[in-house]
Structure formats: structure tokens, C-alpha cells
């Protein structure tokens, strides 16, 4: 393993070093497919229409991200996306001697909240059976399974239902669980509601006791009990290794990318601003603890 890490560093510096503090690095720490790496790229490209000397560097995990970034010299910026579930990960101690990345009030660029819904492709037309008592359905839910094991033992106390949990690994499979009937219902976040509804499959509930961001119902009004089920998570982007001017022209430069149609970051929702909740209007402060709440709430989960 540790050979590997040296062979992505010196890949790494042989592009940088000449450059380093005057251009900004964007190391991905989500997969090379999901989420984030397509963020990534767009924030890539935007700095670069910017007039940043901008480039991509996701090695495909958290854990080999923070090691570079560990590595990488402290005059060199770096905007790093900073994402709840996977730091949890480290956080709950599942890789020994590796820390996980918070934000900062000093270093945080943005920040976004999202949630999960409740969705089925089996009673599309009759979606209040999920809460009906005497109710049994398998329901698809990703990671941790014990924080959704919590969940759905709330949930079958509070409605006197008897659902069981079908856990998948990732996203995209659990959203294939629920498009190929496999389950009943299942639990996905945002962006995955769209590609659902696409598909014919009937979102409506969401997991939020706050904002709500496409539904008119929430868990907790449709449920018999009075629980909270807020069941959420965040992202924020940091740029380490930089000085309060940078950071402040990076907050100003980026949180003007999504009112323009043109910017990649917008182009990667369909052309509008996405819909999770980034509270512009909210204090950095308080995005700051959006995430890092976030990874200790699911690190408990996940010990």
C-alpha cells in the first residue's frame, strides 16, 4: 500500500511542484464515479474558465486522498470535498492511524445539506401503506446498516408495522433494487429521486424535520408517532493550504457559479441550480457545523 502512495505523490509533484501556491489542486475524495467526482470535475472546469490553473486529483477513495493531501506542500491550495458518510468511515476508527478531514471556519468554501426520501415502484398509487399497521415490507437502505436498523425499528414501533431492511452497498444498487422490484420501498437521497422518477418509480416522503426540498410530506407527518426522523448528511469544500484572501475570493468566485446557466457545475444539474440545500443565507459558522456534526453523528453508527 505504501508503495502505491508514494507512486501517486510522485506522479502528483512532477506536474505541481513548479506551480505550487499558484494554482489550486482539486482532490476528490469520493469514488471515480459518483457524486463528487462529477462535482469535482465540473469545479475543474470553472476555475479554469476563471482563469485558475485548476487540476483533478481523485485517487478513487478517502483514505489515499487524505494521504496525499497529507503530502502535498503547505503553499499549494487545495479545494477538497470534504463529504460526511465517507469521513465518518475513519472517524468510527476503520483505518488505523488515519484521521479524518473536517472543515474550518477559516477554510470552508461551501456546503450542502441533503436528505433521504421514502420510494416505491410497487404501490405507486398507494404509497400511505408504508405506515399502515400490521404492514411488513422489505425496504432498500444503503450504509450503515445500524444507523437504518435504529430507524426502522422506530418507525415499526411507532406504526405497528413489521418492515425488515434490505441493505445494499452504494446508491446507484439500491436504487436498482427499487426500480427492479426486488423491495417494496426504499430509502434514497436526493439526486436519486430524479433518476427514480425517470424510471416510473414514486418518491414522497422525506427524512427531513427542516427544509424540505421536493415533497410536500415528511416522514415524521405521515408517521403515527411523534419521533424525529431526520436522517441526513453534508459536503462541504474546503481550500487547505491557503490564506484568508484566496478563501474569501474562492467563496465570492464559486457561490456565483450557480447563478450562471453556463457553469459547469449548474450544467451538471440539468441546466439549474441544484436543489439540496446549501444555505447561502446561513453563517459559515454555521455550514461548518452542517458537516462536522454530520461525520460524528454517523461515525456512531458505524463503530
Known amino acids: 500500500m505504501k508503495k502505491i502512495y508514494i507512486f501517486l505523490f510522485s506522479l502528483l509533484f512532477t506536474s505541481t511542484s513548479a506551480l505550487a501556491g499558484e494554482k489550486i489542486i482539486v482532490l476528490n475524495t469520493g469514488s471515480n464515479n459518483g457524486t463528487m467526482f462529477g462535482q469535482a470535475n465540473a469545479y475543474v472546469e470553472d476555475l479554469k474558465a476563471l482563469g485558475y490553473d485548476a487540476e483533478l486529483v481523485s ?16 503553499n499549494q491550495p487545495v479545494l477538497v470535498n470534504i463529504d460526511s458518510t ?4 475513519i472517524a468510527a476508527g476503520s483505518v488505523k492511524g488515519v484521521k479524518p478531514l ?4 477559516k477554510d470552508l468554501i461551501l456546503a450542502y445539506r441533503d436528505h433521504f426520501y421514502v420510494c416505491t415502484n410497487t404501490f405507486n398509487d398507494n404509497t400511505k401503506a408504508f405506515f399502515e399497521k400490521g404492514a411488513s415490507f422489505k425496504v432498500a437502505v444503503g450504509n450503515p446498516a445500524g444507523l437504518w436498523k435504529k430507524v426502522m425499528d422506530d418507525l415499526n414501533k411507532e406504526n405497528g408495522t413489521a418492515h425488515q431492511s434490505v441493505t445494499y452497498d452504494g ?8 426500480i427492479n422490484k426486488e423491495v417494496d420501498f426504499g430509502f434514497v437521497t436526493t439526486n436519486h429521486t430524479f433518476a427514480l422518477e425517470a424510471k416510473g418509480v414514486k418518491c ?14 415528511t416522514v415524521d407527518e405521515l408517521s403515527a408517532g411523534k419521533n424525529k426522523f431526520f436522517v441526513g448528511f453534508a459536503t462541504g469544500y474546503a481550500l487547505k493550504n491557503a490564506d484568508a484572501k484566496l478563501v474569501k475570493q474562492l467563496r465570492s468566485d464559486l457561490s456565483k457559479l450557480f447563478d450562471n446557466p453556463n457553469s459547469a457545475i449548474v450544467k451538471l444539474h440539468g441546466g439549474k441550480a441544484p436543489v439540496q440545500n446549501y444555505g447561502w443565507e446561513e453563517s459559515i459558522s454555521t ?17
Do not use: C, H, Q
Open 171 to 178: 446508491g446507484g444498487k439500491t436504487r436498482a433494487g427499487i
Open 59 to 74: 485517487p478513487g477513495e478517502a483514505v489515499k486522498a487524505i494521504a496525499i493531501l497529507n503530502s502535498i506542500p503547505k
Open 287 to 303: 455550514r461548518v457545523k452542517w458537516v462536522n456534526n454530520a461525520i460524528d453523528d454517523w461515525a456512531v453508527y458505524l463503530k
Open 204 to 217: 414522497f416522503a422525506e427524512f427531513t424535520d427542516g427544509k424540505k426540498l421536493r415533497y410536500d410530506t
Open 102 to 105: 473536517y472543515v474550518k471556519d
Open 86 to 89: 465517507s469521513m465518518a468511515k
